[in-house]
């Protein structure tokens, strides 16, 4: 759709001559604490599956809930608007979570310690570039292509708060209404559906993840003709309520490509490879004696990788007309005075001269912060990457979702061009793995946080938000999220750390103890047992020993290997003790990609493969971005998403055949099914799973000693969780919510 400068009006539903109390402190410290608490959440997820969901919609929901219990309790009635800050605001901790958790443990992998000062500095730095860089463009994203980019996430959650809209707000809107009226009682059963979907989505999440009442993933790996296929999905109401909101169109397309790894290429893999008697590079392992998640692992992955950066880059060059127009028009604004600003309150933007200051004092502070090894060409490429991946996230949160917007595959595309970069200069080898790495966070973290921005300046306009208050929100957001977030990471780490005696893996080693410098102490449960200090060895080679960090005794002798609890291979402490570790997909494959361009080791083949899947779709007339984006993820990711696309079809398809929707467009049924009850029960369960999360974490990452006996006793006596037939029992509740969902979404004639 070609850029429109003068779109029709869309009428927020807080007119913009309505004064209502927004940006108020308890709106803003309640949106900054649920950040913090749905970053934590966030971050652990991403650290064991490499996936987050929006927190924008279960932020709203539980501001509604609280701010209401204030009023029973004798405080003010709270604002739409008010809600809408308090969400913004706790928006960016998810999307701070997702770039931290991608990027930053790669540092481990790579070999080199995870410093709380790095760590922060990325997330601060990266999370409000994002958000600056996003501001110039909140114009041509979300209102001159309004009807273009649906930001079907911050679409449901404006949803969520007219809903629940108070008095005062409804009063504004014009809404005024008897409690008896058809408009209240339809209210209240919105209102009542949301909150219901909210209440199941969270029961179902904790039954199934903490109490281990059925299995959370169902798989079904295939024999012959399609050897190594397989077909499962995660059964998880929250990727059920986005697939149903984001419709059906790109819910298939994405499954479509988890379709072509798993039961195309993985097939295809073992097929061809089963007869081979030596490993193929990049892979370690015989063929015929890797799993489909070795081969995935080994093979598709790059794949993957290539496919999604190609897609991301036809997109930008397709998207480069909408970026001219919409930075022509921001930068317009230099150079206006500021104290004369004739707009309408729901036109207000932060000013932009201090967008440009802010963003040059970042580059600035990102050239010269010693932590991130930082040059002025890294910060140059941070500028150009950030702009560009900002823009793009924007653009495809508006198409996909944030939930489903691959900010992964960018910081992919920005690694593989920042290496390549490197490599035409000469900087190989490990000193400039932090730094590429460091390009690489800052780009993923600003263009995560640039489509959250966009999805809740999204909601804002549909309710009638101040934009600049909301700016001012999720920047206070995102800085309050972005200093605990990195604290949190390391302890994550440290709980999963396992000291492994040094005799026990590499026996004959020593080393000269007076040339290392950096010295440290055991952390976790095991500094208990010994409160020794060590000199600290970073092994590079495998010789008589793995590669890693030891730490070394006064003499030269190796007491201990450090097996961090991200990404290690060590599950049993000395005492017995099981570990849980953190797998990190998404930094391991970002520290596959600097070390294998930097020390020329990348399947350049396997990448380009990836690429040329992108090409044959564009030549096809297909938008290749959101089907490369499945053939990335797993297929367990998507498909749940395709179920959801597909119930939503079925819903819409049935109401379009009502006398209400009789005579409606394309355009209208679409927004029609947008406002539908099934969109409201599809939002409820996405807060629902998502902040079960929190509670997640909590049984799985502390309570350990309580998750574990679940999981004995699942195994057990818990036919749903364990034995021949667990995977086709699990799929019974989870079928239950989705019968659910198709009838709440049937209407009734009118």
């Keep these: 759709m070609p850029y429109d400068p003068h779109p029709p009006a869309v009428k927020p539903y807080i007119p913009a001559s309505a004064h209502l109390p927004e940006l108020t402190w308890r709106a803003l410290i309640m949106g900054t604490v649920l950040g913090m608490v749905f970053g934590a959440s966030s971050l652990y997820l991403v650290l064991k599956v490499g996936l987050t969901v929006s927190a924008s919609i279960p932020v709203a929901v539980i501001a509604i809930t609280l701010f209401g219990l204030a009023k029973k309790m004798g405080g003010r009635e709270s604002t739409i608007l008010e809600n809408s800050i308090t969400q913004t605001a706790g928006s960016a901790g998810e999307s701070l979570a997702f770039g931290l958790g991608c990027t930053m443990p790669a540092i481990m ?37 309004h009807r273009e980019l649906k930001y079907p996430e911050g679409t449901a959650c404006a949803e969520v708060l007219k809903a629940a809209a108070t008095e005062t707000s409804r009063e504004a809107a014009g809404e005024v209404r008897d409690a008896d009226s058809d408009e209240a009682r339809d209210a ?75 039961l195309l290429l993985i097939p295809m893999i073992k097929f061809f490879g089963d007869a081979l008697t030596v490993p193929v590079a990049p892979g370690t392992m015989l063929i015929r004696d890797m799993s489909p998640d070795d081969v995935r692992s080994a093979y598709v992955l790059y794949i993957g990788a290539g496919a999604v950066a190609a897609g991301g880059l036809i997109s930008l060059v397709r998207s480069l007309p909408t970026i001219w127009h919409g930075l022509k028009g921001g930068l317009a604004g230099i150079g206006k005075s500021s104290n004369v600003d004739t707009s309408l309150r729901t036109e207000q933007d932060m000013p932009l001269k201090w967008v440009v200051i802010g963003c040059l004092a970042i580059i600035a502070v990102i050239t010269f912060a010693t932590p991130l090894h930082m040059n002025v060409l890294g910060a140059l490429l941070i500028l150009v990457f950030g702009f560009l991946f900002s823009t793009v996230s924007s653009r495809l949160t508006g198409e996909v979702g ?83 977030l990195g604290p949190i990471l390391l302890k994550l780490n440290d709980a999963g750390t396992v000291y492994v005696p040094a005799a026990q893996v590499a026996p004959h080693i020593r080393t000269d103890a007076s040339k290392l410098t950096e010295s440290a102490q055991l952390q976790g449960p095991q500094a208990a047992s010994d409160h020794a200090t060590y000199k600290v060895w970073q092994k590079t080679d495998t010789v008589g020993g793995p590669a890693g960090k030891y730490l070394v005794r006064a003499d030269g002798s190796l007491a201990w290997l450090v097996d961090p609890g991200i990404n290690g291979q060590y599950h049993t402490r000395p005492d017995g003790t099981e570990v849980k570790k953190f797998d990190a997909p998404k930094a391991v494959l970002m520290s596959y990609i600097i070390k294998g361009i930097l020390d020329h080791q990348l399947p350049w083949t396997l990448v380009l493969f990836g690429v040329m899947v992108a090409v044959v779709l564009e030549m096809s007339g297909v938008a290749s971005l959101a089907f490369t984006v499945g053939v990335y993820l797993p297929l367990v990711s998507t498909l749940p998403i395709a179920i959801g696309g597909i119930i939503r079809w079925m819903v819409d398809r049935r109401n379009s055949g009502l006398p209400q929707y009789q005579g409606l467009n ?49 195994e057990a006596a818990n036919p749903f969780f364990a034995g021949a037939s667990a995977d086709l029992l699990s799929i019974l509740p989870y079928a239950a919510i989705c019968v659910l969902l198709y009838v709440v979404g049937r209407e009734k004639a009118r």
């Excluded at 080199?112 to 041509?140: A, H, K």
């Excluded at 209240?188 to 299995?215: D, E, H, P, Q, T």
């Excluded at 397989?230 to 988890?258: F, K, N, Q, T």
């Excluded at 599809?682 to 998750?707: E, K, N, P, R």
Aim: with cysteine.
């Design 109 to 145: 992998i790579l070999g080199f310690d995870l410093e709380i000062s790095r760590v922060m500095l990325v997330g601060v730095l990266g999370g409000l570039l994002g958000i600056l860089m996003m501001i110039p463009m909140r114009r041509t994203m979300i209102v001159d292509q």
């Design 188 to 262: 209240r059963r919105r209102a009542f559906i949301i909150f219901g979907g909210f209440g199941l989505g969270l029961l179902y999440k904790v039954m199934n993840i903490s109490l281990k009442l059925w299995k959370d993933t169902v798989n079904f790996i295939f024999d012959a003709p399609l050897k190594s296929g397989s077909a499962g999905a995660e059964i998880s109401p929250e990727l059920l309520g986005v697939g149903y909101i984001i419709g059906p169109r790109i819910a298939m397309i994405m499954a479509g490509g988890g379709v072509l790894s798993y």
């Design 402 to 484: 944030s939930s489903s917007n691959p900010i992964s595959g960018m910081a992919v595309a920005t690694l593989l061009f920042t290496c390549l970069i490197f490599l035409v200069m000469g900087w190989t080898g490990g000193r400039y793995y932090v730094t590429a790495l460091s390009v690489g966070a800052i780009v993923c973290i600003a263009a995560s946080n640039a489509g959250t921005t966009s999805q809740d300046l999204k909601t804002g306009f549909l309710v009638g938000s101040t934009p600049k208050l909301q700016q001012y929100a999720i920047l206070a957001g995102a800085l309050a999220s972005a200093l605990i």
């Design 666 to 714: 394309e355009d209208e049924l679409q927004a029609a099914g947008d406002r539908s009850s099934g969109t409201l029960l599809a939002s409820g369960y996405i807060a629902g799973g998502a902040l079960a999360g929190i509670i997640i974490a909590i049984t799985a990452g502390v309570m350990t000693g309580f998750d574990d006996a679940m999981n004995r006793w699942a």
